[in-house]
């Protein structure tokens, strides 16, 4: 069965509330809907997940999309200085969900308090954004390559070291 007939078979009501969700861009909670109504007419969560993306392309850019961390050094650096403690190095760290797959969060490491603090999450499509035609034609994940670029811009202009454990790996060592 196609999308669009899982869709149709659906609930009125239920349509209703899972479109509300992809206009808030809460992918996971439309979902999450899709695949609990239509568990009982044999859909499966791959299923309920094409469903929901094709309701994405259906309302297109009247989604209001999470916005993109700022990734420019300017914003980073203002954010980095808000930290409370002496920043000590930049560190990008490999994280992941089910709704955006693998994505890098930039975070600054201070002292006096110690702590590490976010910056900036880069998910794949923040990631091509910002390097646009600049990507790794090798393939490698452009989160990866957008942390490494950006968070080694922040820690020179910080003058501090910058720390990816392992950028080839998702999920890293």
Do not use: K
Request: hydrophobic share 40%; glycine share 10%; charged share 25%.
């Amino acid at each position: 069965m196609d999308t669009s007939e899982w869709w149709e078979l659906l609930p009125a009501g239920i349509r209703e509330q899972v479109d509300g969700y992809v206009l808030q861009d809460a992918r996971f909670q439309a979902i999450r809907v899709v695949f609990t109504v239509g568990r009982a007419l044999g859909l499966g969560l791959t299923d309920a997940q094409h469903v929901v993306h094709d309701r994405y392309l259906h309302h297109g850019d009247r989604v209001a999309r999470t916005p993109d961390s700022p990734l420019d050094p300017e914003s980073l650096a203002a954010l980095a200085a808000g930290c409370p403690g002496r920043v000590v190095a930049i560190e990008a760290v490999w994280d992941g969900d089910t709704v955006h797959d693998w994505f890098v969060n930039l975070r600054a490491v201070t002292a006096d308090p110690e702590g590490e603090h976010p910056l900036a999450t880069i998910y794949w499509g923040t990631a091509e954004r910002y390097l646009g035609e600049e990507r790794d034609p090798a393939g490698g994940h452009p989160s990866a390559a957008a942390a490494d670029r950006c968070g080694r811009a922040l820690a020179a202009h910080l003058s501090v070291p910058f720390h990816f454990a392992d950028p080839d790996t998702p999920g890293g060592p």
